[in-house]
């Protein structure tokens, strides 16, 4: 009787775990987006390994997958968030996904190193790099570098710090290379002198932060900013990479590469025209973002994206080779650098993306950005 | 059942397990006064722990230096300043208040809660694999010296590996599996990761438990003419539980540990680790709500440990005395 209760119990207890494994098996599945749902034509599946979480630096991949641009074309699109440990040229290298946005310098150290990569649309036209120091730091240009804390991520995203320091014939060896987290409390408690910030993100969480002095938000006064694009350290940011082989020698491939930067381009031009529609997206397929920050974020991105006068995505030879020659002559912190030679002439080509723009050309959209006007957005306490 | 120790039997409750009870007490009658006060006892100096904490917490924040104390460069106590160290009462009373301003957010302890929550299966799923493997891989070396001394190196080199080189190349496995209709989903890797945690603690406790019967046990099961497999589930299993439930215990915190930082790792979406970081991301301008998936973080490792602790209690027969794995 004691036992067979016993018994009881332990089986009790068995099908209590297995219960909670499967409830694992089951939660997370209804949460991917895109699953399935192949309407009567047959989808071509894709993958696009984003850099980072979603947020509105990537809206234009999200509105496109959202307004069905993407399934127009034929294409069935996944798009995957990196997390921590993800590095989006390796996870296209090793064939794990079809496309990958990326930094310029990051892949061009990758493909130095044996990747087989192509940019084939440089969607972001300018650099969105900021460092930024107090007001009264006396930190007014790259010059005033030399012996201070700067802050940086690390991982690749500091080489236009370098590069900058390079054009102004400064000894990279001098500075302190402190690394930021992912907010900008290292800076606002003073263990950083001049911290890094992308226009459309930490620049905006160090403005929706409470000045404790005044009780009020920060003010743009209360900050110096440099801006790379205005050095000679500006790289090339955000470009959607293609694995080189098989653009090459896959025609099914090279027929999805047009197809997927058709929609991407649409993708663009929608946020461009309706931010607050496509921040909207973006906090819907998983951003953790608030709603004001967000939609700085899709403005701030679309800034760097228009006006694009040949066109979004194509490649500005002046901006690759700029991009380039700051690779070349960027020494780190500890004496290291990120390539050492040219890139291969296969490193990047406009054919694609001009393919997909002149197929889009008759369909009455502004590919260019002519007619481009940035909202003005308000931040709240907190990006909320 | 067989009753193979020489020590007395106690009634060990689970919070008196977490350390090994070695004392011999006198048997007490279940569901008498003394235990309900005992029990209640325990809630209390529960209690008085966790207000001993919020207490050192808001008095270091209202004493302590606003830039910390720095000892030769190295900050030794943080900062007291509300980015660094919100107060207590504005992280609670941010936990109740919707994440962001959209009308569509959750309050933020819901938000967690079903974040840590899915954490949970994943680390429940992970610890599962981790038991088969590492209970599996004990029986092994159990039974076969020779695979004692060729496995148990490998079981312990195989932690030193760093999960961040680790996690990506799982992911990159992972997402070129594809069996007939099965398919490898993201959740899966991270499964995964938390089992190669989890396994360690158990395959390590379930040896040392199988191993512990005394050789006059063993020798009279022998000369009862009874074989490998009635040695097992007589002697061997039963002799193994104390040893086993504080490996459980470990490996259930190992998995939780493990699914958290895979899925950072990894970029999952859905689970507490990814709202860590994204919560971190928003700590300068709302220091507050970095700290509700922490609090996730932290409920979720106690549930994790709990729900071994039940196995405990079913299991109570079997645990004599509790040793350390």
């Not at chain 1, 946020?271 to 819907?284: F, G, L, V, Y």
């Not at chain 2, 279940?30 to 904490?53: D, E, I, M, S, T």
């Not at chain 2, 950072?264 to 860590?276: A, E, P």
Request: glycine content about 10%.
């Amino acid at each position: 009787m004691n036992h067979s209760r016993r018994r009881l119990a332990t089986i009790g207890g068995l099908a209590f775990a297995a219960t909670l494994a499967l409830s694992a098996c089951s939660a997370p599945n209804d949460s991917v987006p895109g699953e399935g749902g192949s309407g009567e034509r047959e989808l071509t599946p894709v993958k696009l390994q984003l850099q980072w979480l979603p947020q509105g630096q990537f809206a234009g991949y999200f509105a496109a997958v959202d307004q069905g641009y993407f399934e127009e074309e034929g294409l069935d699109v996944e798009i995957i968030p990196s997390g921590g440990d993800i590095v989006p040229q390796d996870a296209l290298a090793n064939g794990d996904v079809d496309y990958a946005i990326a930094w310029v310098p990051k892949v061009l150290g990758s493909i130095e190193q044996g990747a087989n990569l192509t940019n084939i649309a440089q969607i972001f036209q300018k650099s969105g790099t900021l460092q930024v120091s107090w007001a009264d730091s006396g930190i007014d240009s790259v010059a005033d570098f030399e012996g201070k804390k700067i802050g940086s991520w690390g991982f690749g995203n500091e080489w236009e710090i370098f590069a900058a320091m390079a054009a102004e014939g400064l000894d990279s060896t001098t500075v302190q290379i402190i690394t930021q987290d992912f907010n900008m409390n290292a800076f606002l408690q003073g263990d950083i002198d001049a911290a890094q910030a992308m226009t459309y993100n930490e620049y905006a969480q160090l403005l929706e932060t409470p000045n404790p002095d005044t009780g009020e938000l920060y003010q743009p006064e209360d900050f110096n900013v440099i801006s790379y694009e205005d050095t000679e350290g500006a790289m090339l940011q955000d470009a959607i990479w293609a694995d080189t082989e098989r653009l090459e020698s896959d025609e099914e491939y090279q027929d999805t590469t047009v197809a997927f930067l058709k929609a991407v381009v649409k993708g663009w031009i929608y946020a461009a025209e309706n931010p607050e529609q496509a921040s909207e997206i973006t906090i819907a397929a998983g951003s953790g973002w608030g709603p004001s920050h967000e939609l700085w974020m899709v403005n701030e991105t679309n800034k760097l994206i228009w006006p694009s006068p040949n066109g979004i995505g194509v490649i500005d030879e002046a901006a690759w080779d700029k991009t380039v020659a700051g690779a070349l002559s960027a020494v780190n912190e500890s004496g290291a650098r990120l390539i050492t030679e040219e890139p291969p002439a296969t490193a990047w080509s406009n054919e694609w993306i001009q393919r997909a723009l002149d197929e889009l050309e008759g369909d009455d959209l502004d590919l260019t950005g002519e007619g481009f006007e940035p909202i003005e957005v308000e931040l709240q306490e907190g990006g909320n | 059942m067989t009753d193979t120790g020489v020590r007395e039997t106690s009634a060990v409750t689970d919070a008196a397990a977490m350390t090994p009870a070695r004392d011999i007490r006198p048997p007490r009658r279940p569901g008498g006064p003394g235990r309900v006060r005992r029990g209640f006892a325990q809630w209390a100096w529960g209690l008085a722990g966790l207000l001993v904490v919020v207490l050192v917490w808001e008095g270091y924040k209202l004493l302590g230096p606003a830039d910390g104390v720095v000892v030769g460069g190295a900050r030794v106590l943080p900062r007291t300043t509300d980015l660094a160290m919100p107060h207590v009462w504005e992280m609670i009373g941010r936990l109740a208040e919707p994440v962001t301003r959209s009308p569509s957010a959750q309050p933020l302890w819901l938000v967690v809660a079903l974040a840590a929550l899915t954490t949970l299966g994943i680390a429940a799923a992970g610890w599962l694999v981790g038991v088969v493997v590492g209970v599996g891989l004990a029986l092994v070396m159990q039974r076969w010296r020779i695979a004692e001394w060729g496995i148990l190196p490998w079981i312990v080199l195989s932690q030193t590996v760093p999960l961040i080189a680790f996690a990506p190349v799982v992911k990159s496995w992972g997402s070129r599996v594809e069996i007939g209709a099965f398919e490898w989903q993201d959740w899966m890797s991270v499964a995964l990761i938390a089992s190669y945690l989890a396994f360690f603690p158990i395959a390590i406790g379930a040896l040392k438990g199988l191993q512990s019967p005394d050789r006059i046990h063993t020798e009279l099961m022998q000369s009862y003419a009874a074989g490998y497999w009635q040695t097992l589930v007589k002697l061997r299993l039963p002799a193994a539980v104390p040893y086993l439930l504080p490996a459980l215990r470990l490996g259930a915190a190992n998995a939780v540990i493990g699914a958290v930082v895979a899925e950072v790792s990894t970029g999952l979406q859905g689970g507490i680790g990814r709202i860590l970081i994204q919560f971190a991301g928003q700590a300068s301008g709302d220091p507050a709500k970095a700290w509700g998936p922490i609090f996730g973080a932290i409920v979720l490792g106690l549930v994790a440990a709990g729900s071994v602790a039940l196995l405990g209690v079913i299991l109570k027969d079997y645990r004599r005395t509790e040793e350390a794995a």
